[in-house]
Each structure stands twice: as structure tokens, then as C-alpha cells.
């Protein structure tokens, strides 16, 4: 009995060494391939919240300078947290607030640079359309009306942000005097925007002084 359940042991034995000389490479292959991604995964996840936590501890520190008017800080900061957490989202919001603060003082170079760090990290949609209709902005008191309309023309703005930028549009065509092409602008952001939007009112008053009464527009 005991002989009959040893080559049923040898033959099973016989077989898994055949099996393993066969599939044991790639099966040993495949797990070595299953470990690293797992440990890639985790090293990645860590390595994710680590530069998180640093760049909200920087964020921190640039906000306080902003709140103590410390401008050599703050541009200090705000330089580290682009230099070393360009994809963080905190550095956007920073870049953004930056050029605000550099509005105030009316320090337009350093306003310009902020907001254009913004649109070319092309990170946020919404913070990048909102950085790209500041830097229209600051075109258009420039009278750089050909910046201004290619910073938003031919650009897909993200959900609610599309009205702001024709109404931007239709500005600089009021100020090429191309008119018909700032009433088809004003009428599109009319159009786009919420009936109970403040704003909507104030693209209203521009298209009457075109001549255009958007609610008899056909809309």
C-alpha cells in the first residue's frame, strides 16, 4: 500500500517538475512583474502625498506673506513652489493669487509672468482660463489687441468660462471697430450665460450700445 502511494507521489512530483521546467520561468516572470508594479504603486502613492504635504507646508508660507505684505517672501515661496511643485494644484492657485497682489501695486511685469506660468503649465482648466482672460485683459489696457484675441480665440474653454471669453472677444473687437463681429461675440455670451447671471445684464448694456436688442435677437 505504501509503495502504491509512493510512486502516485513520484508521479505527481514528476509531473509538477515537468510542469515547472515548462511554465516555471514565466510564472516566476509574471510575479517578479506583479511585486514591482505593486511596490511602484505604493513608492508612487507616497511619493504623491510626501510632495503634497510639502507643497501645502510652502502654500502656507506664501499665503502668510500675502496676508503680511512681505513681497521678498512671497516671491521667494511662490518661486519654490513653481520650482519644485509645478503639477500641484496649490501652485496654481498661488501663481493666480501672486498676480493679483502684483495687480494691486500695479507691477505688470511680474503680473504677466505669473499668469503666463499658469496658461503654460496647462494644468487646472478652469484656473488656466481664468489666467488666459487676465492676460487678455492686461493685453487690452496695453492695446495689444492681437495678444488679447489670440489668448482666447480658437481655445476650448472649459464649462462656464466659454461667455467670458466671447465677451472678451467682442471688447477687442469694439476697440478694432469691428463691429458686427463684436455684436456676434456680445450675442454669444449673452446667450451662453445663466438668464439670473449679474453679469449677463452688463453684456446686455453692450450690445445696446451696438444697437442690438439680444432679446428681439432671435434667441
Given at each position: 500500500?505504501?509503495?502504491?502511494?509512493?510512486?502516485?507521489?513520484?508521479?505527481?512530483?514528476?509531473?509538477?517538475?515537468?510542469?515547472?521546467?515548462?511554465?516555471?520561468?514565466?510564472?516566476?516572470?509574471?510575479?517578479?512583474?506583479?511585486?514591482?508594479?505593486?511596490?511602484?504603486?505604493?513608492?508612487?502613492n507616497?511619493?504623491?502625498?510626501?510632495?503634497?504635504?510639502?507643497?501645502?507646508?510652502?502654500?502656507?508660507?506664501?499665503?502668510?506673506?500675502?496676508?503680511?505684505?512681505?513681497?521678498?517672501?512671497?516671491?521667494?515661496?511662490?518661486?519654490?513652489?513653481?520650482?519644485?511643485?509645478?503639477?500641484?494644484?496649490?501652485?496654481?492657485?498661488?501663481?493666480?493669487?501672486?498676480?493679483?497682489?502684483?495687480a494691486?501695486?500695479?507691477?505688470?511685469?511680474?503680473?504677466?509672468?505669473?499668469?503666463?506660468?499658469?496658461?503654460?503649465?496647462?494644468?487646472?482648466?478652469?484656473?488656466?482660463a481664468?489666467?488666459r482672460?487676465?492676460?487678455?485683459?492686461?493685453?487690452?489696457?496695453?492695446?495689444?489687441?492681437?495678444?488679447a484675441?489670440?489668448?482666447?480665440q480658437?481655445?476650448?474653454?472649459?464649462?462656464?468660462?466659454?461667455?467670458?471669453?466671447?465677451?472678451?472677444?467682442?471688447?477687442?473687437?469694439?476697440?478694432?471697430?469691428?463691429?458686427?463681429?463684436?455684436?456676434?461675440?456680445?450675442?454669444?455670451?449673452?446667450?451662453?450665460?445663466?438668464e439670473?447671471?449679474?453679469?449677463?445684464?452688463l453684456?446686455?448694456?453692450?450690445?445696446?450700445?451696438?444697437?442690438?436688442?439680444?432679446?428681439?435677437?432671435?434667441?
Amino acid at each position: 500500500m505504501s509503495t502504491h502511494l509512493d510512486l502516485e507521489e513520484q508521479e505527481q512530483l514528476d509531473q509538477f517538475k515537468h510542469f515547472w521546467n515548462r511554465w516555471g520561468n514565466l510564472i516566476t516572470g509574471l510575479v517578479t512583474l506583479v511585486l514591482l508594479a505593486y511596490a511602484s504603486w505604493n513608492g508612487w502613492n507616497y511619493w504623491q502625498q510626501r510632495q503634497a504635504t510639502q507643497a501645502a507646508v510652502l502654500y502656507d508660507t506664501f499665503e502668510k506673506a500675502v496676508r503680511e505684505k512681505d513681497d521678498a517672501l512671497m516671491a521667494r515661496s511662490l518661486a519654490d513652489l513653481q520650482d519644485q511643485f509645478a503639477r500641484a494644484t496649490v501652485t496654481q492657485q498661488a501663481s493666480l493669487l501672486a498676480a493679483r497682489v502684483y495687480a494691486d501695486k500695479n507691477q505688470l511685469p511680474e503680473v504677466e509672468k505669473a499668469l503666463q506660468w499658469v496658461v503654460t503649465q496647462d494644468r487646472e482648466p478652469g484656473f488656466v482660463a481664468l489666467a488666459r482672460l487676465r492676460l487678455a485683459a492686461l493685453n487690452i489696457d496695453r492695446n495689444q489687441l492681437d495678444q488679447a484675441f489670440s489668448l482666447l480665440q480658437g481655445v476650448q474653454a472649459p464649462t462656464g468660462f466659454q461667455p467670458l471669453f466671447d465677451d472678451k472677444l467682442g471688447d477687442i473687437a469694439v476697440l478694432q471697430k469691428k463691429n458686427d463681429e463684436a455684436k456676434s461675440y456680445f450675442l454669444k455670451a449673452w446667450k451662453g450665460l445663466e438668464e439670473t447671471n449679474e453679469y449677463r445684464r452688463l453684456v446686455e448694456i453692450k450690445l445696446a450700445a451696438l444697437g442690438v436688442n439680444p432679446k428681439e435677437s432671435g434667441s
